[in-house]
């Protein structure tokens, strides 16, 4: 079992950045790949990024490529997700999320546990 608390999220303007964290409990987090998805109002949950268990892979969403990376500190049992220039439609609530598999996964069924999400606000 792992549990997922993600932090970091808030209102920021329109180029900005924020730094998103998620602490999980549990020895065998080292185990697992993360991941961060986020969802809009009214919009299924999407993906944005992917990491494996010992960071030797990334994977990200083409709309966040460039702009947004992850990373991982298993010491701490904690993954990161930077997001620079930030833009209105990046609003949303993200999610982190651990995956059974190795690598890195971009479905929401390749994960098994989940956090309770953070709101990311972007203003115009």
């Known amino acids: 079992q792992v549990q997922l608390v993600e932090s970091g999220g808030g209102l920021v303007q329109a180029g900005g950045s924020l730094r998103l964290s998620c602490a999980a409990s549990?020895?065998?987090?080292?185990?697992?790949?993360m991941g961060w998805f986020r969802q809009a109002p009214g919009k299924e949950r999407e993906f944005v990024a992917s990491?494996?268990?010992?960071?030797?892979?990334?994977y990200y969403a083409d709309s966040v490529k460039g702009r947004f990376t992850i990373s991982r500190d298993n010491a701490k049992n904690t993954v990161y997700l930077q997001m620079d220039s930030l833009r209105p439609e990046d609003t949303a609530v993200y999610y982190c999320?651990?995956?059974?598999?190795?690598?890195?996964?971009?479905?929401?069924?390749?994960?098994?546990?989940w956090g309770q999400g953070t709101q990311v606000t972007v203003s115009s």
């Open positions: 549990g020895r065998t987090f080292s185990s697992y790949a």
């Open positions: 990491i494996s268990w010992n960071s030797g892979s990334t």
């Open positions: 999320a651990a995956s059974r598999f190795t690598g890195w996964a971009s479905k929401p069924y390749d994960y098994d546990f």
